[in-house]
């Protein structure tokens, strides 16, 4: 069985630093692209970064660009999000997402791909950003 658990969401000031980690298990990550997304209430969730393990290639949201960096240790099956100079516009639900082929095309074209490609997602994980 497949599952993805994100991890390592809090309450943090602006400004302030978080890492997030997902936890791949029943697959293996060097397979697929894991992308990072959030939902913020009242919002679509939107895409954050995604990274392909496999070839390192990577994509992130012009929103986030020099504040995150996403990295992964497939040996473990983990994917990270640090997140850094937080503001309160990233206060979101954080899910991380597995995705096959046409995700891992997309990441190494530094683009983003549609959400129906992930082929897998894991539960939440809530970031809130105080003014």
């Known amino acids: 069985e497949v599952q993805l658990q994100a991890y390592g969401g809090g309450l943090v000031q602006t400004g302030g630093s978080l890492r997030l980690s997902c936890a791949a298990s029943?697959?293996?990550?060097?397979?697929?692209?894991i992308g990072w997304f959030r939902r913020a209430p009242g919002q679509k969730r939107e895409a954050v970064s995604t990274?392909?393990?496999?070839?390192?290639?990577?994509f992130y949201a012009t929103s986030v660009k020099g504040r995150f960096t996403i990295s992964s240790d497939s040996a473990k099956g983990m994917v990270y999000l640090q997140m850094n100079n937080l503001k309160p516009t990233d206060s979101a639900v954080y899910y991380c997402?597995?995705?096959?082929?046409?995700?891992?095309?997309?990441?190494?074209?530094?683009?983003?791909?549609?959400?129906?490609?992930?082929?897998?997602w894991g539960r939440g994980t809530q970031v809130t950003v105080s003014s």
């Open positions: 997402a597995a995705g096959g082929y046409s995700v891992i095309a997309a990441t190494g074209r530094r683009t983003e791909a549609p959400e129906v490609e992930y082929d897998y």
């Open positions: 029943g697959l293996t990550i060097d397979d697929y692209a």
């Open positions: 990274i392909s393990p496999s070839d390192g290639s990577r």
